[in-house]
């Protein structure tokens, strides 16, 4: 494997920014010129950037849901070393260890080896069984749902029966199926079952897994 001094960059034809941290910048700044914020709650405001930068997307604040209550308390699990607990791998990579204020854990256990049975025996999705999974760890948690909307289904149907609760729920799951029910569902889940939990949503079909992990980076740090 040949050395970095030995490997040569390519002539550089296009004419763009490549400094890193300068990149970062403008793109903050970019957000804030061309997304309308003024109804987003003033403490949650850098939660909505970095929504909009996991997206690219300006637009997208206009269909952000979030709890009043949100930043103070996910912000406060975090401090406090509660785990994250996601849904899908490509959430728990988006997530910045070096934001994260108490070295909290990032779990997703798609993986686990007990998540296929529990799939065919529940006929569900892998996805949504492995939230089963949670259950020891859900007292207090930060849930990061970006990827699959039964995940988020199945998330609900545990709180509707009793399982522990969250200290706040990232629910963006994206899709054309179940997306925007499931969104909906949580956005209701006060209102229509007296279950209060803090979180963020979007509604309708946008989502995913770089706006998920964004949302929980912006929990975990007040830094923009």
């Known amino acids: 494997m040949?050395?970095?001094d030995q490997i040569a960059r390519p002539t550089k034809r296009y004419d763009y920014v490549d400094d890193g941290p300068a990149i970062y910048v403008d793109s903050f700044a970019a957000i804030r010129r061309e997304a309308n914020l003024s109804a987003v709650p003033r403490e949650a405001e850098k939660l909505a950037v970095r929504m909009i930068h996991g997206t690219g997307q300006p637009s997208?604040?206009?269909d952000l849901v979030i709890h009043?209550?949100?930043v103070r308390v996910g912000r406060a699990a975090l401090d406090a070393?509660?785990?994250?607990l996601c849904d899908a791998n490509m959430v728990a990579t988006g997530i910045t260890a070096s934001r994260l204020p108490a070295g909290n854990e990032v779990h997703c256990f798609l993986r686990d080896p007990r998540v296929p049975d529990?799939?065919?025996t529940w006929s569900t999705t892998r996805t949504a069984a492995a939230v089963s999974l949670w259950a020891p760890l859900l007292d207090g948690a930060v849930v990061a749902i970006g990827n699959a909307p039964t995940a988020l289904f199945h998330l609900l149907e545990m709180l509707?029966?009793?399982?522990?609760?969250?200290?706040?729920?990232?629910?963006?799951?994206?899709?054309?199926?179940?997306a925007a029910e499931s969104k909906d569902a949580l956005i209701a889940l006060s209102g229509e079952h007296g279950i209060d939990v803090?979180?963020?949503t979007i509604r309708g079909r946008l989502g995913g897994s770089a706006m998920t992990s964004s949302a929980v980076n912006a929990l975990a740090s007040e830094k923009e």
């Open 198 to 200: 803090p979180f963020v």
């Open 2 to 4: 040949p050395s970095s």
């Open 60 to 62: 997208v604040v206009e």
């Open 118 to 120: 529990l799939a065919r």
């Open 81 to 84: 070393g509660a785990p994250i």
């Open 68 to 70: 009043p209550d949100l």
């Open 160 to 178: 509707l029966d009793g399982a522990p609760r969250p200290a706040a729920i990232v629910g963006c799951p994206v899709g054309f199926i179940g």
